[in-house]
């Protein structure tokens, strides 16, 4: 008999579990929000960057740099339910200097207060797209000063620098000869701004607990020999606000970003 009462009151609490079940459901995320970090860790094809250092290229050239510095924006994540995610646009722009990378040589950018999900991809800009910059100085925020400090702007009218690579670069004939390559948008004339999309390898998982990380690769030999390969004795030693070299840079750009791995911790 006191088996019967006991398997009864079993039987009564299992069902009272299950409906609270039906109507709570368990691991809802909803309303959760949690941290992101997004790591970019620049290289040049396999080998870590290192200022100084000299690497070779395509054409029979070389380069050393000594700044290294590009703007990213409009981090946007994408869950598995296909429902997007954009970082607030007030915060959601960076710049990404080699200068500032720890003792990995990486720069971490912490997103807060992201929705918790599982994302499959990130998209981010390269630069600063026609939107914000026709929002004026005055909409620029904080990072308007940000940018002057750092260099990254020539001035309001003629736009922001979204790569800074300032260096020397030899060839068969010339030695360490002027290298600076700074390509941004001409104002509204010249649209340099670029997206970059990325699948990741397994899904992060954002949650209030856990403090999960994006490790993004940047293959700065990219720059030089991408979807197009320059040789900077052939007018890319100096690239600034011409209208036919800027774009080749620009769109060079846009695949030099891997997804290394994901750390879900």
Known sequence: MKFSYFFIAMLLCSALISCSNDDEPTGSLEGQTGTLVVKFDNGVGDQDFIFGTTYTKSGGESY????????????????????????????????????????????????????????????????IDQERYSKGAEGQGDFLQQAQDEEMLWSWATGFRFVRLDGVYSDATLTDEALN???????????????????????????ETANPQIHIKADIAKVFDGQTSVKFSEGFSQVHTDEATTPVIADNMMGMFTVHHVHNN
């Open 64 to 127: 050393e740099l000594e700044t290294l510095k590009y703007i990213v924006s409009n981090i946007e994540l994408t869950a598995t339910d296909g429902t997007t995610f954009i970082y607030p646009e007030a915060k959601n722009v960076f710049i990404i200097d080699e200068a500032d990378g720890n003792n990995a040589g990486e720069i971490w950018l912490t997103l807060d207060d992201v929705p918790a999900a599982d994302y499959t991809k990130i998209s981010f800009g390269i630069g």
């Open 181 to 207: 390559v700074h390509m941004g948008s001409v104002g509204t004339s010249l649209d340099n701004y670029r997206e970059v999309g990325l699948d990741l390898p397994n899904s992060v998982l954002v949650r």
